[in-house]
């Protein structure tokens, strides 16, 4: 069967009007390849006028994969058995790091599951530590993903040098967050991002594609997205994970996650939006650029002995997920890496304008 005819909400989008919730999910909803094409051709002139041909890094340091929690599409929850847990030390992550700074990303991603050893009131110094220092020893922003954390400690990240939180919701329907994040509360999540935004740090939002969410709940959440006020937003395919509850589910086609991101793009057209290394490795970041991403994440180093999340192996030990790899694949495309203080100053510009909003 023939899609209905997108052109007139494609041009709607590139004319800069905001699009109706509806008009997203009929441009999320296109099948034909004609159509698919056009969708991503759009988003890639989007994303010129904004970007340029021009990439930002984004360097990954799981450093605990320890977790309290039991979401049921992932390899770390607290109930697989299988799944390798590391706590790195301060020493490793701080080499980590560095090293990363010195490969050329932009930015640090220090995530962890919500290890018990920290995810305590007690204990949430030692994140506020290792934030301080980190920061003292690299001269790049950096991001924190630590889960779900108390409203207090957003402003003590803050002043230990955190730039962006990313807590990713997975969706907006409370219904099927419940099956995902069993035992976690909806709002104390969503609320994650309200508090980055009210004390200046910038947050990223992020849905999952395939787990069970309609086409409309995929609109209903890059609609919800415009409400919160974030600076980046990500679409990231569900990958099964064994010895999990949806280790059976199958997962959605690629293409899916792309439509998603092209109508992140065309939606939120100011926005960073990722390319994930973690979902098809390396072989997947042309197609995800060309759909609208202008973030490389989940760059790992190799033989350090840390994992991904998605694919916990996939090219990370073969140095696949590397600077020095992704540079080459990028000549081929005729896309530049950003200079750092293109990115330094995106943000600050960011984080300015924020402070701006509080004083007002
Ligand atoms: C591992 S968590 C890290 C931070 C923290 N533990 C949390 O859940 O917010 C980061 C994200 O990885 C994604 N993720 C986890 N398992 C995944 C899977 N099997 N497939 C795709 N994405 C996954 C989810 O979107 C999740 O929010
Ligand atoms: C999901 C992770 C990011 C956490 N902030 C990482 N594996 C990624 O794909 O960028
Ligand atoms: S997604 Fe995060 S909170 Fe959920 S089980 Fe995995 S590591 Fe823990």
């Known amino acids: 069967m023939k899609d209905a005819d997108i052109t007139p909400i494609l041009q709607k989008s590139l004319d800069g009007q905001d699009l109706t919730v509806t008009e997203i999910e009929a441009l999320l909803a296109a099948e034909d390849q004609n159509s698919v094409a056009r969708l991503f051709e759009a988003a890639r002139t989007v994303k010129t006028q904004y970007f340029g041909n021009k990439v930002f890094l984004y360097g990954f340091v799981y450093f605990s994969t320890h977790c309290r929690n039991n979401c049921s599409f992932c390899f770390y929850r607290s109930s697989n058995t299988d799944s390798v847990r590391y706590r790195k030390t301060d020493d490793e992550i701080l080499e980590l790091a560095t090293s990363l700074e010195d490969s050329g990303v932009h930015v640090i991603d220090l995530t962890m599951g919500e290890d018990p050893l920290i995810h305590n009131d007690?204990?949430?110094?030692?994140?506020?530590?290792?934030?301080?220092?980190?920061?003292?020893?690299?001269?790049?922003?950096?991001?924190?993903?630590?889960?779900?954390?108390?409203?207090?400690?957003?402003?003590?990240?803050?002043?230990?040098?955190?730039?962006?939180?990313?807590?990713?919701?997975?969706?907006?329907?409370?219904?099927?967050?419940?099956?995902?994040?069993?035992?976690?509360?909806?709002?104390?999540?969503?609320?994650?991002?309200?508090?980055?935004?009210?004390?200046?740090?910038?947050?990223?939002?992020?849905?999952?594609?395939?787990?069970?969410?309609?086409?409309?709940?995929?609109?209903?959440?890059?609609?919800?997205?415009?409400?919160?006020?974030?600076?980046?937003?990500?679409?990231?395919s569900f990958v099964p994970q064994e010895n999990t509850?949806?280790?059976?589910?199958?997962?959605?086609?690629?293409?899916?996650?792309?439509?998603?991101?092209?109508?992140?793009?065309?939606?939120?057209?100011?926005?960073?939006?990722?390319?994930?290394?973690?979902?098809?490795?390396?072989?997947?970041?042309?197609?995800?650029?060309?759909?609208?991403?202008?973030?490389?994440?989940?760059?790992?180093?190799?033989?350090?002995g840390l994992a991904g999340v998605a694919q916990h192996e996939l090219d990370i030990d073969d140095g696949g997920r590397s600077v020095e790899q992704i540079e080459a694949i990028l000549d081929d495309i005729n896309v530049k890496i950003a200079d750092k203080y293109e990115y330094i100053n995106l943000i600050e510009s960011w984080k300015n304008s924020k402070k701006a909003g509080v004083s007002l």
């Open 245 to 304: 509850p949806m280790s059976v589910n199958s997962p959605s086609p690629f293409i899916e996650e792309l439509k998603a991101i092209a109508v992140m793009r065309l939606v939120h057209p100011k926005n960073l939006i990722p390319a994930s290394l973690d979902v098809e490795g390396v072989a997947g970041l042309k197609t995800r650029l060309a759909a609208g991403a202008n973030v490389i994440t989940s760059i790992i180093p190799p033989r350090k």
């Open 122 to 236: 007690n204990h949430y110094n030692r994140l506020t530590d290792l934030v301080k220092m980190v920061n003292n020893a690299v001269d790049i922003p950096l991001m924190v993903s630590p889960g779900a954390i108390p409203e207090r400690l957003f402003p003590v990240l803050m002043e230990n040098g955190a730039d962006w939180i990313a807590c990713y919701q997975e969706t907006h329907n409370m219904e099927l967050f419940k099956k995902l994040r069993p035992d976690q509360d909806y709002e104390f999540r969503l609320n994650q991002k309200k508090w980055a935004d009210k004390y200046g740090l910038l947050a990223e939002e992020g849905i999952m594609i395939g787990v069970g969410e309609s086409v409309k709940d995929r609109a209903d959440s890059i609609d919800t997205m415009r409400g919160l006020n974030v600076n980046q937003v990500r679409a990231m």
